[in-house]
Structures are given as structure tokens and as C-alpha cells.
């Protein structure tokens, strides 16, 4: 059972069974569609969850209690159970989440997996940068209140108002239509913005970039480490074959008997 599971045709047929299905449940948001085809759709959502039911129960069955040391068989055993919640009255709205089924194309594809992990062994890094980023922009939010706040109260009239107002000035949305108002009160406010944009944008998002390339660079560099270091234990166990035969072998020689062959 565990080689079958194992094999790569049954990984590819998972792998376009579980494309199948979110092309489906996408299909299902067309009334015009449901309307024609609404029966055939939701008889291969059906048996598509039962295959995913069943694939589950034989990778418990297989592994034991290995299955569950393993956090993607986790996600993928959390993402089939919440399908299988009777999705009506007040649990109705779970039925929306059927479309995470779509998901398991990230454990189902090792390159994916390889970058969620990276994004993960990132994530220590990136709180620093996010406390980073989040002293910036309070700062920032302080003195624009005080400032701007006045003058341009639909923008910067308290601290709430002012810190979604720079986020927004950070994504890069409507900045100018914000910045140009504040300067017909305010000529000077552009060195203002503009020292908030580098600071926030180019320096602490770009940060961002970067610790998480680096984390992808470590996470690959690992994967080519543990596929050289099961290649090295593959080697070592030929190796320990060949000399235990050819020890085998030199026994009767050393005792004074014809060495047999093989």
C-alpha cells in the first residue's frame, strides 16, 4: 500500500484529481452553469472527495503512526475532514470552504512545499522586519495626526485614520491625489511623504524580499544536501555489502577450504 501511494502515477492522478476539483467547485459560482450542469458538477465534487477520503484513510492505514509526525499529512487531512461537514443550516457556509481542497496542490507538489517551508524558516526574520516596519509607520501616523491633521481631517484626523492612510500611501495607492491636497496647506509636506516612501517601501519592504529570497537560497541548498547525503548512505551500504562479502569469501581460504564462489 505504501508503494502504491508512493508510486508517481498515483501521485499524478492526485495531482489532476485535485486540479479537477477546484476547476469544479470554481464552475459551481456560475449560475448559468449550475443551472445546465449542476448535477454532473456536484456528482464529480462527490467522487473526487471520496478518492480524497479514501487515499487519506490508506496513507493512515499504511504509515501508521508515522502519518500524523508529519505536519503536510496534517494539512491534508484537516483540509478533506472540513469537506466532509454536512454543509447546511447554520454550517452552511462552510460549504465555501470547499475550494481549499485546492490547497493540496501545495503538499501534493514538492517545489511548492519547498517554498511554503522557506516562507516559514523565513518567518523569524521577517519579525524583526515587521516590528521594523510597524515603528515606521506608528511614528510616521504621529506626526502626520499632528500636522496634517487639521487641514486634511478625511485623511490624518486621529492615529487610526492616519495609519491606514499611510498604508495606503505605502502600497502605492492614490498617494499623489493624498500628497497634492496636504501640500495646498502644506508645500513642505512632499519631504515629508517622500522620506516615508523610501523608508517604508523601498527599504523595509524590499527587506522583506530579501529575507525571504535568502530563506528559498538555504531552503534549496538543504534539499541538494539531504539528496546528496542519501546518495552517500546508498554508496556506504553497497560498500558494506561488498566487504562483507569478500570477507565471506576469504574465511575458507584463511581455514584451509577451497573458497566456493558465487
Known amino acids: 500500500m505504501r508503494a502504491f501511494l508512493s508510486a508517481p502515477r498515483t501521485e499524478r492522478a492526485i495531482l489532476v484529481l485535485i486540479v479537477l476539483n477546484g476547476i469544479t467547485i470554481g464552475l459551481e459560482t456560475s449560475t448559468f452553469l449550475v443551472d445546465r450542469i449542476g448535477g454532473l458538477l456536484h456528482l464529480v465534487d462527490q467522487a473526487v472527495l471520496i478518492v480524497f477520503v479514501v487515499e487519506i484513510a ?6 501508521r503512526g508515522a502519518f500524523f509526525k508529519d505536519p503536510w499529512n496534517w494539512f491534508d487531512a484537516i483540509i478533506v475532514g472540513i469537506a466532509l461537514i454536512p454543509a447546511s443550516g447554520p454550517a452552511s457556509v462552510l460549504r465555501a470552504l470547499r475550494i481549499l481542497r485546492a490547497l493540496r496542490l501545495v503538499s501534493a507538489v514538492p517545489n511548492m512545499r519547498r517554498v511554503v517551508a522557506a516562507l516559514l524558516s523565513a518567518i523569524p526574520g521577517m519579525a524583526s522586519i515587521i516590528g521594523l516596519l510597524l515603528l515606521t509607520m506608528y511614528v510616521s501616523a504621529v506626526l502626520a495626526t499632528v500636522q496634517f491633521g487639521p487641514t486634511s481631517p478625511e485623511y490624518f484626523k486621529d492615529l487610526p485614520t492616519s495609519l491606514f492612510t499611510l498604508f495606503q500611501i505605502m502600497t502605492g495607492e ?3 491625489e493624498i500628497v497634492q491636497q496636504v501640500m495646498t496647506q502644506h508645500p513642505w509636506a512632499w519631504l515629508f511623504f517622500v522620506v516615508y516612501i523610501l523608508a517604508s517601501s523601498f527599504v523595509v519592504l524590499n527587506l522583506f524580499i530579501a529575507v525571504v529570497v535568502n530563506a528559498m537560497d538555504a531552503q534549496t ?3 541538494e544536501e539531504r539528496e546528496t547525503d542519501e546518495r552517500l548512505t546508498a554508496l556506504m551500504q553497497e560498500l558494506a555489502r561488498l566487504h562483507a562479502k569478500i570477507d565471506s569469501l ?8 577451497p573458497a566456493q564462489t558465487t
Open 221 to 223: 541548498v538543504s534539499a
Open 250 to 257: 576469504q574465511r575458507p581460504q584463511e581455514h584451509g577450504a
Open 174 to 176: 492614490s498617494w499623489p
Open 58 to 63: 490508506a496513507r493512515v492505514y499504511s504509515h
